[in-house]
């Protein structure tokens, strides 16, 4: 993961309604995945974060990051799309590449 990360932009996104947090270093991006609570803490929901360094012209590093809010109304229907497309990807795109065993089938 990136220092930059916390300390750059992505520390001073956060408003004290943070509950946890899981950064996950994926090649040239990392995700966030932060689970927050709603003001008075009456309910929570989770973000996942992409962010990924780039190089400006002048040598300097900035991050791009994209942001989905995800409600517990919707975790079950979500997961359950995720999961189908993983599976369609890998049953129907890679089947020519050799399974390394390194996903698993549910999350």
């Known amino acids: ?5 916390y300390d750059g932009g992505y520390a001073r996104e956060k408003q004290g309604d943070d509950v946890f947090s899981k950064p996950v270093r994926a090649g040239k991006r ?3 995945f932060d689970v927050k609570s709603t003001k008075g803490a009456k309910d929570f929901f989770l973000t996942i974060t992409e962010s990924r360094r780039r190089t400006e012209a002048d040598g300097r590093f900035s991050f791009d990051k ?9 975790f079950d229907k979500f997961t359950e799309g ?4 993983i599976d369609y990807i890998r049953t129907n795109c890679l089947s020519d590449q050799p ?8 999350f």
């Open 99 to 106: 399974s390394d065993n390194t996903y698993t089938d549910e």
């Open 30 to 32: 990392t995700y966030f």
């Open 66 to 74: 994209h942001k989905i809010f995800l409600y517990k109304e919707d």
């Open 82 to 85: 995720l999961q189908e497309v």
């Open 1 to 5: 993961m990136y220092r930059e990360d």
